[in-house]
C-alpha cells in the first residue's frame, strides 16, 4: 500500500514538500477487517484545519502517519461477513491506494445510480453540506434572494442550484473567469472578488441584487463577508459553512469592520459542522438524489490523476484551480 503522510505542522500556505509518499506492506487481515482498492479521493479544504496540529471539531493528523479523507472503492478482500469482495464502498481511509480498515468504518454506497465519485461530492459531505447549510442553518424560504460565495466549488456549486430552484435571485461570488461563465449558463448572477475591496465588491452585488439578499451563504470570509453584511435586508440569515480566505492566514485576521450591520439589520449568524448533522444524511438523499441521477442537477468536477497527485489537488483548492468538486482518481 502506498500512502501520503504530512512531515510537520506548516504555518502558512502549505508547500508540496510537505508531502511525503511511503510505501508499506500491509499485515494479514484480521478478523472483522476488510482490505479495499480505492478508486477515486476527495481532497477538501478543512483538511488544512487537520494539518496545524491543534484539535478543532476533529483530531488533528498525525505527523508520519497515513492521512485521512473521504475515499470510494472497492473491497478485494473481506474478514466482514457484511462487505463481500467487489462490493463498491466509502470510508474515510484516503490519501492512499490500497486502505484496510475494520468492516465497521466502511460504509456501502447508496444505491442511487449516479457514478460513484458523486459519493464524495454532490451525493457526499459536501453535497450534503450545502443543502443543510441552505436549509437547516439558513432556514431558506421560497423566493429568497440568496449570495454564495465560492459559489462554482463543490458546495457552492449545489447550494447556487438548489437555492435557484426555489424563486429569488441568486447571486454567486467567484474567482476565475470560466467559474463566472459556469454561474451564468445555470442562470446565476456571477461576481468575481478579484481585485475588489469590500466597497468594489459591495457595489457589485448591488448592482446584481438590488433588491439585497436575504440569506448569505458563507463559505470565504475576509471581503466577501464584509460585502455580504452590507447587501443582505432586515432579518437577514448567514450560514457560516467555511471561511477559506483564513485557512492559510499566519495571523488571526481582523473581523469584518462591519459587524454592527448584524444589529442595524437585525441579521442572524450562525457557524455549523455538518457532522452534527449526519442523523439527516438519509433525508438529504433522498431528496436530492434522485434529481442528481435525473441530471438536473449538474455536478461538475475536476479530476487529478493518480495518487502522486494527490496533495496538488489538495493545494490547488486554494488557488481556486477547481470548478466543482475536486477529486483523485487512482
Ligand atoms: P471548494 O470546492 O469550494 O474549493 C475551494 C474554493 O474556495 C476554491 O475553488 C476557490 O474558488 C475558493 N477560495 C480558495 N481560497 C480563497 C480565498 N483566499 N478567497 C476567496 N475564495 C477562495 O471547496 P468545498 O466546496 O469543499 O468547501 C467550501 C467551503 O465550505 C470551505 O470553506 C469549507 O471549509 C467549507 N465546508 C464546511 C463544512 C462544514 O461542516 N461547515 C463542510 C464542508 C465544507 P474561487 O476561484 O471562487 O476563489
Redesign the pocket.
Known amino acids: 500500500s502506498r500512502y501520503f503522510s504530512i512531515h510537520d505542522f506548516p504555518q502558512g500556505t502549505p508547500n508540496r514538500e510537505l508531502f511525503e509518499l511511503h510505501e508499506t506492506e500491509l499485515p494479514a487481515l484480521a478478523e472483522g477487517e476488510v482490505r479495499i482498492r480505492n478508486t477515486w479521493l476527495s481532497v477538501?479544504?478543512?483538511m488544512r484545519g487537520r494539518m496545524s496540529g491543534v484539535k478543532t471539531y476533529v483530531d488533528p493528523f498525525v505527523i508520519g502517519e497515513p492521512l485521512e479523507g473521504a475515499a470510494v472503492g472497492e473491497v478485494i478482500e473481506s474478514r466482514d461477513s457484511r462487505l463481500a469482495v467487489g462490493d463498491k464502498v466509502r470510508h474515510m481511509a484516503g490519501w492512499r491506494d490500497i486502505a484496510q480498515l475494520p468492516g465497521d468504518q466502511v460504509e456501502p454506497l447508496p444505491s442511487i445510480e449516479v457514478p460513484e465519485q458523486a459519493y464524495l461530492g454532490v451525493l457526499g459531505?459536501?453535497g450534503m453540506?450545502a443543502w443543510t447549510g441552505l436549509n437547516r442553518i439558513a432556514e431558506m424560504r421560497d423566493g429568497d434572494n440568496v449570495l454564495v460565495?465560492?459559489?462554482?466549488?463543490?458546495?457552492?456549486s449545489l447550494a447556487v442550484q438548489l437555492a435557484k430552484a426555489r424563486g429569488g435571485t441568486v447571486v454567486g461570488?467567484?474567482?476565475?473567469p470560466e467559474?463566472l461563465e459556469w454561474l451564468e449558463s445555470h442562470g446565476i448572477k456571477a461576481v468575481s472578488?478579484r481585485d475588489r475591496d469590500t466597497r468594489q465588491l459591495t457595489e457589485a452585488l448591488t448592482a446584481a441584487c438590488p433588491e439585497g439578499f436575504d440569506v448569505y451563504y458563507e463559505?470565504?470570509g475576509?471581503v466577501?463577508l464584509e460585502a455580504a453584511l452590507n447587501t443582505l435586508r432586515t432579518g437577514g440569515r448567514i450560514a457560516v459553512?467555511?471561511?477559506?480566505?483564513h485557512y492559510n492566514a499566519e495571523e488571526s485576521a481582523p473581523g469584518p469592520s462591519n459587524l454592527a450591520m448584524l444589529l442595524i439589520r437585525r441579521l442572524r449568524m450562525q457557524g455549523?459542522?455538518?457532522?452534527d448533522h449526519w442523523a439527516d444524511y438519509p433525508r438529504f438523499l433522498e431528496e436530492v438524489g434522485p434529481r442528481v441521477a435525473r441530471g438536473e442537477i449538474d455536478y461538475t468536477e475536476t479530476v487529478e490523476e493518480g495518487l502522486e497527485r494527490t496533495p496538488d489537488a489538495f493545494l490547488a483548492?486554494?488557488e481556486?484551480?477547481?470548478t466543482?468538486?475536486?477529486l483523485v482518481r487512482l
Request: glycine share 18%; with cysteine.
Open positions: 477538501d479544504p478543512y459531505m459536501p453540506t460565495s465560492a459559489a462554482s466549488g463543490a458546495v457552492g461570488i467567484a474567482g476565475a467559474k472578488y463559505n470565504v475576509g466577501c459553512c467555511g471561511m477559506i480566505a455549523f459542522i455538518i457532522f483548492l486554494f481556486g484551480a477547481n466543482g468538486k475536486m
